[in-house]
């Protein structure tokens, strides 16, 4: 007579059973503590979106003012540079148009060198504005936690 084919399947079903019987009853023993105010919770993460969202506009609004600072400066270089050209033109001795080049040399190296430290100002500034209003965020998410779950009833 064969053996029964539902047997092990049965046993793995009474095991299953008592299992999740132990489960549960190790899960109503666990001390959670209280859920915290929903409500207050969401609110909490509307504001860290919202200083992202502020800390990003920052960002694309500085890079905006490079960029367009990068675009008034290229147009002066060239401007300049016309200018350059022609002074360079209407010198006749060799003297004076290696005078005027070396000049002019150092007048664009002078400019480069400002205008390098006048762009690194600007990302500098808006970089330090949108990590400004991520760290104010932070400061004020961390105090609000503190404050949800001292409503809950735990402790921190």
């Not at 200018?83 to 664009?108: F, G, N, T, V, Y």
């Given at each position: 007579m064969p053996s029964d084919p539902s047997k092990p399947f049965a046993a793995a079903m009474d095991q299953a059973r008592q299992a999740g019987e132990e489960f549960t009853k190790m899960f109503s023993a666990m001390k959670l503590p209280a859920a915290p105010n929903?409500?207050?919770?969401?609110?909490?993460?509307?504001?860290?979106?919202?200083?992202?969202?502020?800390?990003?506009?920052?960002a694309i609004e500085?890079?905006?003012?490079?960029?367009?600072?990068?675009?008034?400066?290229?147009?002066?270089?060239?401007?300049?540079?016309?200018?350059?050209?022609?002074?360079?033109?209407?010198?006749?001795?060799?003297?004076?148009?290696?005078?005027?080049?070396?000049e002019l040399l150092k007048r664009a190296y002078e400019r480069a060198v400002a205008n390098t430290k006048e762009l690194s100002d600007l990302i500098q500034q808006a970089n330090g504005e949108a990590l400004g209003q991520l760290n104010q965020r932070f400061t004020e998410a961390m105090d609000e936690m503190k404050a949800l779950v001292a409503q809950a009833g735990g402790k921190v």
């Amino acid at each position: 007579m064969p053996s029964d084919p539902s047997k092990p399947f049965a046993a793995a079903m009474d095991q299953a059973r008592q299992a999740g019987e132990e489960f549960t009853k190790m899960f109503s023993a666990m001390k959670l503590p209280a859920a915290p105010n929903m409500d207050a919770l969401l609110a909490a993460q509307k504001r860290n979106r919202e200083a992202m969202s502020a800390a990003s506009r920052i960002a694309i609004e500085g890079a905006q003012a490079v960029a367009r600072r990068q675009s008034e400066i290229m147009q002066q270089t060239m401007t300049e540079m016309g200018d350059s050209i022609r002074a360079l033109s209407a010198a006749e001795a060799p003297q004076d148009k290696a005078a005027a080049q070396a000049e002019l040399l150092k007048r664009a190296y002078e400019r480069a060198v400002a205008n390098t430290k006048e762009l690194s100002d600007l990302i500098q500034q808006a970089n330090g504005e949108a990590l400004g209003q991520l760290n104010q965020r932070f400061t004020e998410a961390m105090d609000e936690m503190k404050a949800l779950v001292a409503q809950a009833g735990g402790k921190v």
